[in-house]
């Protein structure tokens, strides 16, 4: 059994501050954010553009201390996961990252995917940024797709000067930590700077151990759970089930290509909406392995399968590679081709998986690794 609390690790008694870019509900970085609270005796400040409080939960929402006026205006807002249209500000988030108030505090923690990193500090103020990924908007190929037509376009046209912006932001932190090989590459590419990996926290506590209620993992059932769009490549995925008629796929999750996917999808394929957590949890430790053929930057959903004894077929770039050991806690595959993922399907339904192994490879990436890692960077700056 894994049970995952991060009361080991001594927290620190300095005043804190953090300050990241949106907090939208409980994702990746919101949930990097929440495991920094315990980095801290009563916690630490938060100050970030936008908070949807009302999809937070009380222990996160709780801490934040400033957001900015303009994401609280009519039309702009979000409210309850709404969308909101508060992004539409982003050339002027900088600036706002710029001018959050840090003084009195003993250290700031950027922790960035877009903005905060510009934040400033006083003299002698330690700034440890916590970096997700340079901003993808400005310095990536492909636009988030968040963004299209007008906004898309009125990104493009600032690209230069947010680029400036970001560079001359990139040179104020201390120290850099990326939460991949693949954003410390980034991060060394675009910033020119050096930095140390410290991988994001996944809570791996008992609702993941192995209950003895009987099940087994069914290696001709595979999971996929991931938003429906397109870099997450369900329509390969999909239909490359469609070729191995006795292999079952289960794909859950919410996104503008959930219709196609579902009208398209052969009859061993299986199109579910977001399901509790329990469901979740269940079906990653019934199933054969865990379909993950998107690029994404760490990939923390990779190792919750891990954790409930289930193997992974990643793609072989991202932050996959930080995570999966090809052949030892799933399949890495060259590209999402239909035909590549079908033919790691069968690979992966003739190999015997080790669920210890596999278990003990996601305590590598468990919150009290996360906190002590934090927690030793911090300490060499000087915090106590």
Same mark, same amino acid.
């Given at each position: ?49 936008? #908070? ?93 797709? /968040? ?21 001359? #932001? ?22 020119? /700077? ?125 932050? #996959? ?64």
């Amino acid at each position: 059994m894994i049970v995952e609390t991060g009361s080991e690790v001594p927290k620190l008694q300095a005043r804190a501050l953090i300050v990241h870019d949106w907090l939208q509900g409980l994702h990746g970085s919101e949930r990097v954010v929440l495991a920094m609270q315990d980095l801290f005796e009563g916690g630490a400040d938060i100050a970030t553009f936008m #908070a949807d409080s009302d999809n937070l939960p009380e222990s996160l929402s709780s801490r934040v201390t400033r957001v900015s006026w303009l994401s609280r205006l009519p039309g702009l807002r979000q409210r309850h996961g709404s969308g909101g249209r508060w992004r539409y500000l982003l050339p002027l988030m900088p600036l706002w990252f710029k001018r959050v108030p840090t003084h009195g505090y003993d250290v700031v923690i950027s922790s960035s995917h877009a903005c905060a990193i510009a934040v400033r500090t006083d003299a002698g103020v330690p700034h440890v940024a916590y970096v997700h990924t340079p901003i993808r908007y400005v310095w990536l190929d492909e636009l988030d797709q /968040r963004f299209n037509g007008f906004q898309a376009r009125a990104v493009r046209s600032l690209r230069g000067w947010m680029r400036r912006m970001d560079l001359k #932001a990139s040179k104020s932190p201390d120290v850099l930590l990326a939460n991949s090989t693949t954003v410390q590459r980034r991060i060394t590419d675009i910033w020119g /700077r050096e930095s140390d990996v410290v991988h994001p926290p996944v809570l791996l506590d008992s609702s993941f151990e192995d209950r003895d209620d009987g099940r087994a993992h069914d290696p001709d059932t595979f999971v996929w759970i991931h938003r429906f769009v397109s870099y997450k490549r369900p329509l390969e995925v999909m239909r490359a089930f469609a070729k191995l008629p006795d292999t079952n796929l289960i794909m859950v999750g919410v996104g503008p290509l959930a219709d196609q996917v579902a009208e398209e999808a052969s009859a061993n394929v299986s199109v579910r909406g977001w399901i509790e957590r329990e469901e979740l949890e269940d079906l990653l430790r019934s199933a054969g392995g865990f379909v993950h053929v998107g690029l994404e930057d760490f990939g923390i959903s990779m190792v919750e399968a891990l954790a409930a004894g289930t193997p992974v077929l990643a793609l072989n770039s991202g932050g #996959a590679t930080d995570i999966v050991r090809h052949g030892v806690d799933g399949v890495l595959i060259p590209d999402a081709d239909p035909k590549t993922i079908t033919d790691a399907v069968n690979v992966m339904r003739s190999t015997v998986w080790d669920d210890v192994t596999l278990r003990a490879r996601a305590e590598q990436f468990s919150k009290s690794v996360f906190l002590s890692k934090m927690r030793a960077a911090l300490v060499e700056q000087g915090v106590s």
